[in-house]
């Protein structure tokens, strides 16, 4: 009987760790653009100001894509059978188009040659605004299902399998500083949080479900970046324009 | 009784896979981009004042929003002329009839400036459908191009949530 369950526990392991695995291997084949529209308006603003500025950037994402179980459900019923597997799936730098960091230097300077009252450069200036981005947390989840159901019919059966997508989320966080020369004239960490819709189709195969489900992750990624961008240029518009009249 | 019920199941499905467009050519002021979802991802907002002016156009999104496409065509047999109203109306039933190629030949003949805006944003949609039929898909390109119209136009708070569905679905079917 011992010997039963540690075999039966051996394969259930087994089965959890190739379903991860697996799940991971066939989604790494996917590759999403990282890309958005940019909604703000054209400013005429006065850009005379130039801010020199970096963006410190660790590796914030992992390299690949990640899949954990998140848990499992077994209804054994005599007639009826269902099983779910839910998979976590945490986004990696292998299924994006583009380097994040790349991304995210670009999103930020074309934000700013729209929206910005200032010019960016990268000539550092001991006297002049130094800028320094660095994004600490750059996460995004999604839940991936797996369900089966099995029904009984005295000597025949019937088995139907679905996998669903769920709305990815994403979590960046960033600390930003702007000096003038030695002083430090603003400080402020940024965390935006944002849930991205998944887009339904209709008569969706899984290779389709599966792209649609990378995409919809690499989606949440670009639109939480542009909000992260938009609250900073904001931010650093009002200090400014702050010293602008002060001076 | 089994054949009649058999018939019924299949009607039902096929009812039920035929029913979703993916052009939802409205007028502006029945309809919330935001309430829109996955069965309408490309809203084209044809200003009320068009509508108002036009009794061809009128009908025409009346009839489309009905699906009676046959109706549609011969309705437009019935009016034809060399009129923008006309042309757009036709560039419109050749959109819901996924016939892209068509639809541009006529677009391509409005010569009318209430319409410019409709004709370029109608232009880049079919470009891509037709690079999409063709498998030229460019999720770039046709993002610049969405970037470069709304910037032009950068009041108008429904066309931005028009293209960024747009954008969506480019995205999705990339």
Known sequence: MKKTIFYLLSLFLFISCSESKMLSKSLSKYHAPLNYLHDSKLTDCDRNTQISWNIAGPQVMDTSMVVNKINQ??????????????????????????????????????????????????????????LEIQVDTCQTKSTYQRNSTTLFFLLAYSMSFQEIGFPAETILTANVKLHRGQDLILEKSYSVRRSQPFIKKQNVNVNDLRNDFVNNMTESLSITTKDCVEQIIHDLNAVISKERAEN | MQKVLIITFVLVIWFSSCTSPKYLIKPASTISPDALDHTTLIYTPVADSLLKASELLNSTCILL????????????????????????????YYISKKEYPEAVQVLNKIDDQQYQLLKELLSIDLDYEIARLAEGKNYKKFLQQYQAFIDKYPDHDQLKKAVAMRVRYIRYNY
């Open chain 2, 65 to 92: 929003d009905q699906k009676k496409y046959g109706k549609l065509n011969n309705y437009l047999e019935q009016v034809k002329n060399e009129t923008p109203d006309y042309f757009l109306a036709k560039t419109f």
């Open chain 1, 73 to 130: 459900k077994i209804l054994p019923f005599l007639f009826y059978n269902y099983t779910e597997v839910n998979l976590g799936v945490n986004l990696g730098q292998n299924t994006l188009e583009q380097d994040y960091e790349t991304f995210f230097k670009e999103a930020f300077q074309a934000e700013s040659t729209r929206t910005s009252c200032y010019t960016l450069s990268t000539e550092p200036e001991h006297k002049g605004y130094h």
